[in-house]
């Protein structure tokens, strides 16, 4: 800029200066009065050369090259109490006359053709086409945004208009749609944002009628009105939805990726043709989220939604009843508040008869303190599909966690009868017997500073009605307690879990001293089978035997003796699978085999046994004594 164009543009933002100080200044100039799109001027308004012009400017020629200057609307602005406000905006000092035929028409003279060579364009344009552009901000045209519409009406309905910013991105997009009571009509216009470079508003009014659409953004920090449409609606959709009240844009916040998301294939808005609505994100971080689903009515849905996640992604599963549009919005935490971080426009296009999700507050999979309450991670899912009703989940294990484990239905119903737990030094297996088609909640709680809080939680889907009996009533889980070694037993080989094919049951335990014992077997139906238990016993084992008539579970309990009280040693689930023709054992309270004095009382222990099978019905016992030997 030479010496005076920068005394000019020094002038120009403390005064308005006339024609003869810039020809002072030895600049070229031309004064040019007109029509303007100033204070006054309505949307829409019809403009002809009957009228008398409004406003006057001036063009300069610096460094061989005309542009234009407004003085008045450089220094200032008239507020909505019609009070000129001082406030120097260097937009109007040297306008390109691209930017300034906006808002800008030369007429002086009454001569058109002559007037026309002072749009400075290479193809001006008539009064009529002036009339009907639309006038962006001056923001708008200062950042080069573009618009695909370019007259100020629309006269058809839906119809949507794309907005773009390639050089300085949008940093937040709203809008505003009235009637033509200057009543809001938000459900009847969304706006998508699939990047920060282009938005697209699209309006689908209930009603015939005039209606007035404002797009609004920030660029480069700065709030502004992009532009105003007048469209007339001449014929309303037969089966209009209305969309959810969002007078903000669909698609993911400018700053989605700083908080963990990857944005790759986001999309502002999804269609769903069966009322199930899948949606993955992949994360590069693990952000604290919360997620809210609600539809045009702005009825929540958190029933029919809910979130997993692990350490790479989050899946976001929604069950949509009706048809219609729904308003899906995506919160993670920034700086201990959460705020919203992505919105997303779902159309549902036919009623569904999905039951809805389990009731839960978190999202599904493990928490982030998973593997330091002694829970190894690898194949943990947050999301299991079930085809038969039989479930079962194994959980490697780095420690011996303290745990419990509960299980809901959609309604909310406790299904414990349904659930076992087996654990022992390296693993937790979890079973379940689901009855019914539908969703489970299963929440795996471990104790921590003596407290039981939650670690895992599963959604399971099981698409098939089931027949299985539910499992015996068993508060804790199965298999040995942390101190069986202790009590005298060996731990190699001892399961948690057996199955029974025949109805005969035996376990075999190895012991390292002489245990005190007892032991319980209930079926489901919590029935005592004492009649149909043994229990063989000596100096190096222990023998269990069982005759299990029915087919079913049963839960078998071994209780051993601790400081005068026999408490629990070893909890096992039996399942077994065929119908048994075995008779019951003899009653007896005791176990079988030889006493614990029975040496001291003159016996040999060499060769005796508590149990013998007999084939022909010939049986000899006999019996060496060491005092008569």
């Known amino acids: 800029m030479d010496t005076a164009a920068w005394y000019l543009y020094r002038k120009a933002s403390i005064i308005s200066f006339d024609e003869e100080v810039i020809i002072a200044l030895g600049i070229t100039c031309k004064k040019i009065s007109g029509y303007a799109k100033g204070y006054g001027h309505n949307l829409g308004e019809i403009i002809t050369f009957s009228q008398d012009t409004d406003n006057a400017w001036n063009a300069v020629r ?133 990047d920060s470079k282009e938005c697209k508003t699209t309006v689908r009014p209930q009603s015939r009628g005039k209606y ?33 009240n969002n007078d903000g844009f669909y698609g993911p916040k400018l700053s989605f990726t700083e908080r963990g998301f990857e944005s790759f294939c986001v999309n502002p808005s999804y269609t769903c043709k069966d009322g199930k609505f899948h949606l993955r994100l992949k994360t590069t971080s693990t952000p604290e989220v919360l997620v809210q689903l609600h539809d045009a009515e702005n009825v929540d849905h958190k029933e029919n939604l809910i979130v997993e996640q692990n350490d790479t992604s989050i899946n976001i599963r929604s069950r949509l009843l009706n048809k219609g ?62 085809k038969d009703g039989n479930f079962c989940l194994f959980l490697k294990t780095t420690s011996i966690p303290e745990v419990l484990v509960q299980l809901h239905d959609a309604e909310n119903v406790d299904h414990k009868e349904n659930l076992i737990v087996e654990q022992n030094d ?62 005298g037993f060996e731990s190699s080989c001892i399961k948690p879990f057996y199955e029974c094919k025949d109805g005969n049951f035996c376990l075999f335990l190895k012991t390292t001293s002489t245990p005190k014992i007892l032991v319980h077997l209930h079926d489901a139906e919590n029935v005592d089978h004492k009649e149909n238990l043994l229990v063989e016993q000596n100096d190096t084992s222990i023998n269990i035997r069982s005759r299990l008539l029915n087919k079913g579970y049963y839960k078998l309990e ?50 005796i046994k508590p149990f013998y099978e007999c084939k022909d019905g010939n049986f000899r016992l006999f019996f060496k004594d060491n005092v008569n030997s």
């Open 62 to 194: 610096l460094e061989g090259v005309w542009r234009f200057i407004e003085t008045t609307w450089g220094a200032g602005y008239v507020d909505k109490n019609q009070e000129f406000i001082k406030k120097f905006n260097n937009f109007y000092f040297l306008t390109s006359p691209e930017n300034f035929i906006y808002d800008h028409f030369p007429y002086f003279n009454s001569n058109i053709e002559e007037s026309k060579q002072w749009q400075l364009l290479e193809k001006p344009i008539t009064i009529e086409e002036y009339a009907k552009k639309i006038k962006p901000s001056k923001e708008a045209r200062q950042y080069g945004v573009k618009f695909s519409h370019p007259y100020v009406i629309i006269d058809n309905s839906p119809c949507t208009i794309i907005v773009e910013s390639s050089a300085h991105p949008f940093q937040n997009c709203w809008f505003d749609f009235y009637n033509d009571k200057g009543s809001k009509c938000t459900d009847a216009a969304i706006m998508l944002c699939a």
């Open 212 to 244: 007035t659409l404002c797009l609004h953004a920030t660029i480069k920090d700065e709030n502004t009105t992009l532009a105003e449409y007048i469209i007339y609606c001449g014929t309303a959709e037969s089966n209009w939805k209305p969309y959810p």
């Open 325 to 386: 549009y729904y308003k899906l919005e995506l919160f993670s935490k920034v700086d201990k508040k959460y705020t919203l971080a992505y919105t997303v426009l779902i159309l549902n296009t036919c009623e569904s008869d999905w039951t809805p999700f389990p009731k839960n507050t978190g999202h599904y999979g493990p928490k982030q303190d998973f593997t330091n309450r002694g829970f190894e991670s690898s194949g943990i899912k947050p999301f299991y599909e079930c």
């Open 426 to 487: 390296t693993s937790i297996n979890i079973r379940i017997r689901l009855l019914n088609k539908g969703y489970y909640k299963l929440e795996l709680f471990s104790k921590v500073d003596d407290t039981y809080t939650l670690a895992y939680t599963v959604l399971i889907l099981n698409t098939c009605e089931s027949d299985w009996t539910p499992f015996p009533k068993n508060s804790g889980h199965y298999g040995p307690h942390q101190d069986f070694t202790n009590r």
């Open 558 to 607: 071994l209780l051993s003796k601790v400081d005068d009280t026999y408490t629990f040693a070893n909890t096992v689930l039996i399942l077994n699978t065929c119908e048994s023709d075995w008779t019951p054992f003899p009653k007896h309270y005791g176990h079988y085999g030889p006493m614990q004095d029975f040496t001291n009382r003159g016996f040999e222990s060499s060769g």
